[in-house]
């Protein structure tokens, strides 16, 4: 017995600390969030939580009102319900509430990369030189010059591409952003290489088209990626595209293109300069590509497809394109140049914007997450102030409690063009909850530290493609009264949702 016993003492103590880090002794203390624990140990509402965000949110939210704390897999997750008190989340500094460990965990466990000092920093500098401002005008024009390479490219040849094509709505606009904000961002094939200009740019319509086709099956995967929840085939289907990726981009590879950003080209040289090994910087490519082009596409087959289901809303913006390319001197007309859109023209589409606005709120559903550093108190709206313990993570989800409060956007399952337009047409920003002035109404680009830094590119992106596929392309719905889709409750919390299905629609060249 004398030798048993410290055996079982030793079992207990073991036992009790595997409860503990299961978190099946935590218990709500005083002064903090409701607690919702669910009934599997460590796992909490895991599940729930995978399989429809949204849903349980709203379910929690009904019960327990503008905060409280759930356990999913592992972490206590704190979700601030009310908008009007986003502002000490967004702001709160680093030592307390911190992005960077949250999104370093990830990249690494989704994209094999792992993150070193000063990333945040170099994407950072390279982010506000070349994707915003005057960064601008170069992005636009080369964005604009790969557009019409992949949508244009048979204008007025005579060859009777006028014959209607079909397509499915949402492979079309995701592959044709996906492949013109590539070839934009990481540069051209050199008619050098290539013997001629055309065949140049056939080359890049090949190869952007070989990459979407991969980066569409990593796609598929995402989410289940980011839940850590692969089956094993899945797996080796994930770790062969993730070193697809690392080759086909590689820093080698890109450096042979013309026409490369500053985007790239700058975060290449300073992290060379701060030492980063080639395989890292190889690594490194791939989530720039997916952040930069997991999104847009998706949300250009939104835009276009509440366009073609609101005939008003289409009248509209289809004026604002055409007065604003007579304003230019411009016309557009069979064997004439190709329209120049510039960035100062993309700033003056008032309607535009509002449309593209009212489609992000819509469709556009980011999780902000942060990690705490710190114990610390978090003073709601209302006054009233909650203890969140260190290790926990503080979460908001802006889509549920902003983007489709009726109390801020009346009838928000309806897409209004004008949503974001005063009555003398300028850009509406007024938004009401509870009767108090929002500073957030709508969050597509998250906010604070991890604000999306490719916000005006993505916008001028937006609108680029709509001009002009309003411009040059006649298309329709194949059945138009077919109904616009439900968003797949899998990817909630991962920016730009995508259709539970494909819609078909036919297109042809109107020159
Ligand atoms: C409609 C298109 C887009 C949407 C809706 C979108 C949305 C977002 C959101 C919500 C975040 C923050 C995520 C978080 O807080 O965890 C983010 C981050 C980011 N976005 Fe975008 N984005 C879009 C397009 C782009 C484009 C075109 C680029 C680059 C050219 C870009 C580059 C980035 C980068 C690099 C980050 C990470 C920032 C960081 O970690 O500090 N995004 N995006």
Redesign the pocket.
Same mark, same amino acid.
């Given at each position: 017995m004398a030798v048993l016993l410290p055996l079982l003492v030793g079992l207990l103590v073991s036992l009790l600390g595997g409860l503990y880090l299961l978190g099946m002794f935590r218990k709500r203390k005083p002064n903090e969030p409701p607690l919702e624990k669910g009934f599997i140990p460590w796992l909490g509402y895991g599940l729930n939580f995978r399989n429809n965000s949204v849903e349980l949110l709203k379910r929690m939210q009904k019960k327990h009102g503008d905060i409280f704390t759930i356990q999913l897999a592992g972490y206590f997750f704190t979700f601030i319900m009310d908008p009007l008190s986003y502002g000490p989340v967004v702001k709160e500094a680093r030592s307390k509430l911190d992005?960077v460990k949250f999104?370093q965990e990830l990249v690494t466990r989704v994209f094999g990369y792992h993150a070193v000092e000063n990333d945040?920093k170099i994407?950072g500098k390279a982010?506000t030189k070349h994707?915003m401002g005057d960064g601008l005008i170069l992005m636009t024009q080369a964005m604009m010059e790969n557009l019409q390479n992949l949508m244009l490219h048979n204008v007025g040849s005579g060859s009777g591409e006028r014959k209607w094509q079909e397509d499915g709505l949402f492979n079309y606009s995701y592959n044709i952003v996906f492949r013109a904000?590539y070839l934009a $961002?990481f540069g051209n094939e050199p008619a050098k290489k290539r013997g001629s200009t055309d065949l140049a740019k056939k080359h890049d319509r090949d190869h952007s088209e070989e990459l979407f086709q991969e980066f569409r099956k990593y796609d598929r995967l995402f989410p289940r990626l980011v839940y850590a929840v692969l089956l094993p085939k899945d797996k080796i289907e994930a770790k062969r595209l993730k070193r697809r990726f690392w080759n086909m981009l590689s820093m080698k590879k890109t450096m042979e293109k013309e026409n490369i950003s500053g985007?790239i080209s700058d975060q290449y040289q300073y992290r060379l300069e701060y030492g980063l090994p080639e395989y890292l910087q190889d690594r490194f490519t791939f989530p $720039?590509l997916w952040?930069?082009q997991g999104?847009?596409g998706p949300?250009c087959f939104w835009l276009l497809l509440y366009l073609m289901k609101h005939p008003e809303a289409m009248k509209a913006v289809v004026g604002e394109v055409q007065k604003l390319i007579k304003e230019t001197g411009q016309e557009v007309k069979p064997g004439g140049p190709l329209l120049n859109l510039t960035r100062d023209m993309l700033l003056k589409t008032p309607i535009l914007d509002s449309a593209v606005e009212e489609t992000?709120r819509l469709t556009?559903a980011?999780i902000?997450?942060r990690a705490v550093r710190e114990n610390m108190n978090l003073k709601m709206s209302s006054g009233k102030e909650f203890a969140i313990r260190k290790g926990d993570r503080v979460a908001i989800f802006p889509y549920v409690t902003l983007q489709m409060d009726p109390d801020v956007h009346p009838e928000p399952e309806q897409f209004k063009y004008d949503r974001f337009l005063n009555e003398d047409g300028t850009k509406k920003s007024d938004f009401y909850r509870n009767g108090k002035r929002l500073k957030y109404f709508t969050m597509?680009?998250?906010a604070g530290?991890?604000?999306?830094?490719?916000?005006f590119?993505?916008m001028n992106?937006?609108k680029q493609f709509v001009f002009l596929i309003l411009t040059y392309f006649e298309f329709e719905l194949i059945n138009p009264n077919e109904e616009i889709p439900a968003i797949d409750p899998n990817r909630w919390g991962f920016?730009?949702m995508q259709p539970t299905h494909d819609l078909q629609f036919r297109y042809r060249l109107r020159y």
């Open positions: 992005f999104a945040l994407l982010s994707l904000g $961002l985007w $720039l952040a930069s999104n847009t949300s992000l556009t980011p902000l997450i597509p680009w998250g530290t991890s604000m999306c830094p490719g916000r590119f993505a992106e937006l920016g730009s």
